[in-house]
């Protein structure tokens, strides 16, 4: 098998660390720190800023910690976070199903909240091409009112349709930031740094601006495979509760410091979150 390409990468060109501190899944039975109120997702976005994560992907719950989509919700915790920290990380929402919503109020509640940046799924927007024609319209909104996508990808196949989407014209930008989720959402999930060469084999689309997650205590390997690569990193108890060693981190803040860590020793440095913006903005 030929080895992906690397991106030459340079002081110019930091790498991006993003924290999902909490998804839809997991509850204070799995972490005690884990934060679902607007003041919890607050305090943790401000110990990851001085961690190193230039990004936030929020999630917001309901009264009994139930995934939720709701503006009112999100808009809460984003002036939470923008009371505490300013505008010094990134926040990005999410739009994910859960298996609780449909497309159509998935893209609904991006539209009332208008945040900075969202996460699309596209095998929840897009199931089959009947849902093309409004996907295309979403897009097309997103870019007038200035918010900034990141399209989900749990496959290499995914990442194909995406390219061919974006050659029928049917993805109004440049490019479009991509997030490759290493292995799957299933009791015990380990993934592992090789889980990301398919993404990256010769034969596949290439993406300008891409961010790695992935599953349990091998996170950190994953995501410093994606920086060596010419990628980003995304970190966080959506996904992961372990650390390197196999200790459960006693915060989200352990995680992206050892991110961060991990991309310093590699003679790289983590990026700010205007440099993130700057990057996205030179993407699309």
Known sequence: MAFPAATERSEATPVAIAVAPNG???TKADHPALPLSAAEIAATAAACLDAGACMIHVHV???DGRHLLDADAYRTAIARIRAAIGER???QITSEALGIYRAQEQMAVVRAVRPEAVSLALRELVPDAGHEPAFADFLSWLRTEDV???IILYSPEEA??????KARGLVPFQDVPVLYVLGRYAPGQK???SDLLPFLAPDMPRFAHWTVCAFGAR???CVTAAALLGGHMRVGFENNLWQPDGSVAPD???LVAGARGAVEACGLRAAAADELRRAWRNVI
């Open 24 to 26: 839809g899944r997991r």
């Open 61 to 63: 719950r309901d009264r």
């Open 89 to 91: 990380v990134v926040i």
């Open 148 to 150: 900034i996508p990141q």
């Open 160 to 165: 194909v349709r995406l390219a061919g989407l």
């Open 191 to 193: 993934s592992s740094p």
């Open 219 to 221: 996170e950190n390997a």
């Open 252 to 254: 989200n803040a352990a």
